[in-house]
């Protein structure tokens, strides 16, 4: 196979050139401690602030309100645990949705409601705004968009039912990809989803929403993420994210369309498949079906021996070979799945190529189980 159709891009996006040149350039002028005084931690702390900046700008805050975290999973810990630390007093509840990212439902704990979705993943916005107007809730939680079906979720609305209570938003799966909503009080995001490297997350917390850190404060993103701050992979993220939403105008255009012609051309080629998520109001490179009577990590398999590198259920999850937690809240087939995810380097041949072959990969398993 001489080429291969990266289509996993909801896992991890092939880091953006603009972010490559930035790292190696960086990695000579900002590898010293950025909070000591000499010239070389100044240097640092110069290339940090900038970078923090750039980030900052475009999620739509002020640089003071962003924390740097190791990574998604560590900024939804960290910032969910702290708003919820500092709102002990009025109760521990998280309000949170079924669909959420698996750190969410870690960090919630036993003292937590969890609100059910509809078949197209959308959260059930009149049970959600009953749950977060009891008393006891620390705090709401739901993402912008769901990482394995793509359905937005109606963060501006929800916002206003909250209340006073502080909302919670991973979008992780959103931010690069699509325009952030209005209305949270704690955001977060992960650099290796728009192109970025991994290890570095986004914790962004509005001014006015009290949090208490689980660490000890220290002279380092104010006890909510204690350790050596990554400068290198940190400018490179903002290099990234800046390039990244440059594009965003005809990428989205073209991945919406490829999307939407995958959404089309799977089930008519393929018998017995469930196309699954929100067709129209959705982030415009991700996708996910079914296929009955096929495993998906079977489909996994063979696919990547054709050439196409696809994930089954989430990455979060699909380690443990339990089904779906997303899948199965939206009560839609939880095995034989394929998320198509697309990355800037994305072709249209790759799409094209990828409804080709699949059906005669789903009829060759199919047929070796006696179906």
Known sequence: MSERGYLDAASAEPMHPAARDMLLSA???????PVRLHHEGRTARLLLDNARAVLADAIGVRPDELYLTTSGTTAIRAGLSAVRAARRRVGQTVVHSAVEHSAVHHSAGDASVEVGVDIRGRVDQEAFAHAVQQAGVAVAAVQSANHEVGTRQPIAAIAQDCRDVPLFVDASASVGHDVIPEGWSVLTASAHKWGGPAGVGLLAVRKGTRIAPAWPMDEREDGLSPGFPDVPNTLAAAAALQ??????????????????????????????????????????????????????????TALDAEGFAVSSGSACTSSTLKPSHVLAAMGVLTHGNVRV??????????????????????????????M
């Open 27 to 33: 990695v000579d002028s900002g590898w010293a401690d």
């Open 341 to 370: 995810s697309l990355s800037r380097e994305t072709r249209y041949d790759d799409v094209d190529r990828f409804c080709q072959v699949l059906p005669g990969i789903v009829q060759r398993i199919r047929a070796e189980v006696g």
């Open 243 to 300: 390039a990244r939403l440059s594009e965003a105008e005809e990428l989205n255009k073209n991945h919406r369309a490829w999307i939407d012609e995958v959404r089309r051309r799977v089930p008519a080629d393929v018998p017995d498949v469930e196309v699954v998520g929100d067709p129209d109001d959705r982030l415009p490179h991700i996708l996910t079906f079914s296929c009955l009577y096929v495993d998906g990590e079977a489909l996994v």
